[in-house]
């Protein structure tokens, strides 16, 4: 294979820290080469410089054997580059070709437009109806709006930032036919995922990033994922350790919560219930879009839920706010870290006494306490390993995997009784995730409630006691997640709740 990219020497510096130092590398045509660090090693701000989001400081690209320096984005995609970013860019209320239109600067007339994205999606086994509505779509099927967007360009390098974090086993075996198929064509591509058994099976070559410097390449069908995640953080990697426990009273108690979603495109709750006791992690999957955002919202209290639904220790906490359900020990951490766990232009101190400041005492006859809020942000910082300068720096400053271990860290410190956190993982480097993981098990060991929901199977498997499925804001009765396969959980996730026939579809029945 010829090359296609070209990285020599590339360097992006900003304040107090080097994101990239002196990276060097090189893609092939049609490889499939994957980007590994932990967080804050740099992947973000090097395929932003290969986008035209930012210019580095130093150092050269070439594409095609051509000099590449682009200034923008759209001279990029001139270029033959396209992106899939992790955070997807649609407007709901927009059709799937008026969203693919707002991407393109020479859009052709809608009906050319409409016929183009059929064909393209059929092609790649990506189908898509050009005149359904975003809102109307399920997670994958917006993934596949951003890749037909992309290929609708005929790139020469496509580049793809956590492509599988919202979907379901099958959906992402359609995604690597997809993408062979591309890479079979002579597409390059550029692959950033934490998931690295998906990247033994993807990918041709791997490039390891630690700290903004390149630190060793591999093959990674040649290589145990455990090695390349040791190779990442430059030490041995820590599993969790599942202890054994013996659950004791229930602490969260919810019955027949239902509630119509605020989000004109969001997923009602339907007739929830579900138990957790004291020392039990409860783990919640489900494709994304099906109810979790909204269960977090009644749990914490952002929407009022009616009387005797919810119940900590027995205490109605239907009409309580958030801050008085903190006071009883109902935490939470939300899915969205910018904007709604953190407030992006505060600094990590700021946060820190956001939700801090009841169950840590950052107040005192009407006055903040900050240095004792300072003080609670370097506690997090130095035992969850957040790395940034200083605690004084913005939650924005910070790369999306350190941000999460700040707000997880922020919760599981103030000793909540019941902790529900959305999404924990997401985003964070393999050996960042494991200390996520057994803190949240640490936590449950100590007494708590913890109720995880996730669309890492992988992660609910490991952690969960109990596991429960969410389609369609209905939740399945919790089944032993011993008792249940992968290819349970994912038929369940899938919509597939079983007919009763056996031991497992039982457990799975609709409440």
């Known amino acids: 294979m010829s090359e296609l990219l070209k990285i020599d020497g590339l360097t992006k510096a900003y304040p107090g820290v080097v994101a990239n130092d002196d990276v060097s590398f090189e893609i092939a045509e049609g490889e499939v080469h994957a980007l590994l660090g932990e967080n804050g090693a740099g992947k973000s701000t090097l395929v932003k410089m290969i986008y035209g989001l930012v210019k580095p400081d130093s150092g050269q690209m070439t594409l095609g054997g051509a000099p590449y320096h682009p200034a923008e984005p759209k001279a990029a995609r001139a270029s033959g580059v396209a992106m899939v970013f992790q955070h997807f860019s649609l407007f709901d209320a927009l059709t799937v070709a ?31 109806d050009p005149n359904r509505i975003i809102g109307d779509l399920s997670v994958g099927e917006r993934q596949r709006v951003e890749i037909i967007r992309c290929l609708l360009q005929n790139p020469k390098l496509l580049i793809m930032d956590e492509p599988t974090s919202v979907l379901t086993p099958q959906e992402v075996e359609v995604l690597f036919e997809t993408l062979h198929t591309l890479s079979d064509e002579g597409t390059a591509i550029l692959y950033i995922s934490h998931k690295l058994e998906e990247i033994k099976t993807l990918c041709d070559h791997a490039t390891i990033l630690r700290h903004g410097q390149v630190v060793g390449e591999c093959v990674p069908k040649e290589q145990t994922a455990r090695k390349m995640a040791e190779m990442m953080v430059g030490a041995s990697l820590h599993t969790p350790v599942k202890k054994n426990l013996h659950p004791g009273e229930v602490i969260l108690n919810v019955q027949g919560l239902s509630l119509a979603s605020k989000n004109p495109f969001g997923t009602t709750l339907k007739d929830i219930n579900v138990t957790v006791r004291a020392g039990e992690v409860l783990g919640i999957g489900g494709v994304a879009g099906n109810g979790q955002d909204e269960l977090l919202l009644a749990l914490s209290g952002e929407t009022a839920s009616p009387r005797q639904m919810v119940q900590v220790n027995g205490v109605d906490v239907g009409d309580l706010n958030p801050n008085e359900r903190r006071e009883l020990g109902l935490l939470t951490a939300p899915e969205e870290r910018l904007g709604h766990a953190a407030a992006p232009d505060m600094t990590l101190t700021e946060n820190a006494m956001l939700t801090g400041n009841i169950r840590q005492r950052l107040s005192s006859n009407g006055f903040l306490r900050w240095n004792a809020a300072r003080g609670f942000a370097k506690a997090i910082i130095e035992q969850f390993d957040v790395r940034t300068p200083s605690s004084e720096n913005t939650a924005r400053s910070l ?78 009765k919790p089944a032993e997640t011993a008792d249940l396969s992968m290819d349970d959980i994912g038929l369940m996730m899938g919509g597939h709740m079983g007919d009763g026939s056996d031991n497992t579809t039982q457990e799975a029945a609709h409440v």
């Open 98 to 128: 008026e969203n693919i239109t707002l991407g393109m600067e020479n859009a052709p007339h809608r009906r050319e437009l409409s016929e183009r994205i059929r064909e393209v999606s059929n092609a790649y086994k990506l189908p898509l």
């Open 399 to 476: 790369s999306g995997g350190n941000l999460q271990k700040f707000v997880i860290g922020r919760e599981v410190l103030q000793d909540p009784t019941v902790l529900v956190v959305n999404q924990p993982t997401w985003g964070v480097d393999a050996a960042a995730a494991a200390d996520i993981r057994q803190a949240l098990m640490d936590l449950a060991e100590g007494g708590a409630a913890v109720v995880i929901i996730s669309q890492d199977l992988d992660e609910l498997r490991e952690v969960s006691d109990r596991l429960a499925i969410l389609n369609e804001g209905q939740l399945t």
